[in-house]
T-cell receptor, first 113, second 110 residues
Framework: GVSQNPRPKITKRGQDVALRCDPI?????LYWYRQSLGQGLEFLIYFQGNSAPDKSGLPSDRFSAERTGGSVSTLTIQRTQQEDSAVYLC?????????????FGPGTRLLVL | KNEVEQSPQNLTAQEGEFITINCSYS?????LHWLQQHPGGGIVSLFMLSSGKKKHGRLIATINIQEKHSSLHITASHPRDSAVYICAVGVVTSYDKVIFGPGTSLSVIP
């Protein structure tokens, strides 16, 4: 399945963190989501193949993401703030017959102290 | 008004009951997803719909594109169905975006 690391991550405010997602091999689409404590899921960014990503959901310019070789993706948060504490979820998907199926990773639980 | 709404927000049912969770949306969509999130955070994609009806085991999902409404039904509910059920829509815009509903917390009591 989709794997993510680290699983839990504790960091101090102001530090940079990098969250990694390994999608299922062959899946062309990759999504990053965030779920803050007690909140619903929030869309962050979406990669489709080699196309430029849609960055509209990134909450601030401290957030960036890249996807290398159409596979592994890294979500980077610079100068972390306490409000960045959340579970960061990655999902990959494939299209078949015009339909998409998403597979979610286990998430990275980020705590910013 | 939120673009994706769900009802009810919380639901408690007795084991064996038939359960319905509703989702309504106000935007043009390419597809609608039903997701299940268990305590501890694991998320499972249950259905992806663009029209009609789908069935998998005891779960049935329907969508009415004209009315911008979808329902998730659980027949013969079981305590292991206890989870948060989330409706999400893929939005038709100049780019791809997913909007999530607030979720419905279901508790099935033995």
């Amino acid at each position: 399945g989709v794997s993510q690391n680290p699983r839990p991550k504790i960091t101090k405010r102001g530090q940079d963190v990098a969250l990694r997602c390994d999608p299922i091999s062959g899946h062309t689409a990759l999504y990053w989501y965030r779920q803050s404590l007690g909140q619903g899921l929030e869309f962050l960014i979406y990669f489709q193949g080699n196309s430029a990503p849609d960055k509209s959901g990134l909450p601030s310019d401290r957030f960036s993401a890249e996807r290398t070789g159409g596979s592994v993706s890294t979500l980077t948060i610079q100068r972390t703030q306490q409000e960045d504490s959340a579970v960061y979820l990655c999902a990959s998907s494939f299209f078949r017959g015009g339909r998409e199926t998403q597979y979610f990773g286990p998430g990275t639980r980020l705590l910013v102290l | 008004k939120n673009e994706v709404e769900q009802s009810p927000q919380n639901l408690t049912a007795q084991e064996g009951e038939f359960i319905t969770i509703n989702c309504s949306y106000s935007v043009g969509i390419s597809a609608l997803h039903w997701l299940q999130q268990h305590p501890g955070g694991g998320i499972v994609s249950l259905f992806m719909l663009s029209s009609g009806k789908k069935k998998h085991g005891r779960l049935i999902a329907t969508i009415n594109i004209q009315e911008k409404h979808s329902s998730l039904h659980i027949t013969a509910s079981h305590p292991r169905d206890s989870a948060v059920y989330i409706c999400a829509v893929g939005v038709v815009t100049s780019y791809d975006k997913v909007i999530f509903g607030p979720g419905t917390s279901l508790s099935v009591i033995p």
